[in-house]
């Protein structure tokens, strides 16, 4: 496994996470989150950061060895094939607990578009940097 293309492509998959919670949909997630009842504190930040690339380093890394299994080389079915596991897996995952957790439906929608087009990210990049 090519272990260059998974660390930049977990850097992106974060640096998508960054856009959509701090730039496009930071302060709506923010108070549907507190609307749930979830207090959310600054301290700790930097530690949720890291957490939070490491978990996009191993979707990476299961996402390489996917392409892997499944013999893709090009763009457009590593992009399919991201699509298909942001949807199959992140996206009913995120559903599952929601429906427990009685969470807004608009904070579901931005956490689960972020993994939807973050694990489509992953796909594309590592299909074509092998």
């Not at 060895?65 to 080389?73: E, F, N, P, Q, Y």
Request: hydrophobic content about 55%; some cysteine.
């Amino acid at each position: 496994m090519n272990w260059i293309a998974i660390i930049c492509a977990a850097a992106v998959y974060w640096v998508i996470g960054a856009i959509w919670y701090m730039a496009l949909f930071g302060k709506i997630w923010a108070a549907g989150i507190q609307e749930h009842g979830v207090k959310l504190e600054r301290s700790g930040m930097g530690a949720k950061m890291i957490g939070n690339f490491i978990c996009n380093l191993v979707a990476a890394a299961i996402m390489a060895r996917l392409i892997a299994r499944t013999g893709i080389v090009d763009a457009g079915h590593g992009l399919k094939l991201g699509a298909g596991v942001g949807l199959g897996f992140s996206g009913t995952a995120l559903t599952i607990q929601y429906l427990w957790e009685s969470k807004p439906f608009k904070v579901w929608l931005i956490d689960a578009s972020h993994h939807f087009f973050g694990c489509i990210a992953l796909g594309g990049i590592l299909a074509v940097w092998r």
